[in-house]
Each structure stands twice: as C-alpha cells, then as structure tokens.
C-alpha cells in the first residue's frame, strides 16, 4: 500500500495556482513567482497577462528573467494604483523631490559660504560642501546658518586664521 506522502511534490507556484494548473517541473513562471507571493503574479496578470509575461520571459536570456518580473511586477502594482500614469507618476514625484533637495543643498552651500566669508574659487571649498551633504540644512530656519545649532564644525586652518576676525584684533566686518 503506497502513501499518498511519497507522490507529494513542491506546491505549484503562484501562477499556476493562480491559473488552476498543474506546474510542471520546467514552468517558466515557478522560479520568479513563489507560492508565497501570489499578489505578485495576480498583479502581473492583470495588467500584462499570463500569456504576454510567458512569451516575454521565453525571449529574454535566463539571467535577465528575474529583473524582467521584477520591472513588470512594480509597473503592475504602480499602474493598478494609478491607472492614469503608473510608474512615471511615481518616478515623476521622485524627480520634483530631487530638484527640490538639489535647490535646498545649493541654498545651505550658499548659506555655508556666506558664513565662512569665503569665496568660491577658494582653496578647499570641496569641504564645504562635504559639510553640507553631511549635514544638510543645520538651521533649519530662514536659509540661515545657526552657529547655536549644536553642531561642532572645525574648519580647515585657513579659515581659522582670520585676521579680520574680533578675536583676532580685525573689526569683524567683510
């Protein structure tokens, strides 16, 4: 008498699960579609269809397989969110928030600059704006620079040395 544990094999992949078919040993879909993951090929499915994604993935080279079902994976889940603009929506969003943080960086490498009294063709301005990515807008305030701020900055001894400065016997002023 045979059990029925010895003619167990793995569990059929999300696809096939999803599909109501037996997933033969070669199914193109297991490896990229887990039966843990059947939102995943639901997705996939809906907006690209079963039959699309198996001739896409018969086409392209086995190691660029698993990229092609994570871009189609995220394109589905973007669209299926978004209908109207999918993915580009999402990537358009990203866009306008690094223009933003570039304008925010040039503003504290500014602010940076007028605080330190130093000018842009001077020697070591690199520092500065290592400073600035490290630390990214210290005030927080008005586009100003808040020396009060609690951050410790040791400039390099170029600018230590300012003879203009009041502890240095200048006046103070630029």
Known sequence: MASSSSSYSNPPCAACKFLRRKCLPGCIFAPYFPPEEPQKFANVHKIFGASNVSK??????????EDAVNSLAYEAEARLKDPVYGCVGAISVLQRQVLHLQ???DATNADLMRYTGSDTSYPGTGFLNQMSAQFGRMGRGEGSFNPNSGYSTTYPSQWNNDSN????GGNGSM
């Not at 896409?56 to 397989?65: A, H, S, V």
């Not at 400065?165 to 240095?168: A, F, G, L, R």
């Open 165 to 168: 400065t009041p502890e240095n």
């Open 103 to 105: 304008k925010e960086l």
């Open 56 to 65: 896409l993935l018969n086409e392209i080279l086995p190691d660029q397989r």
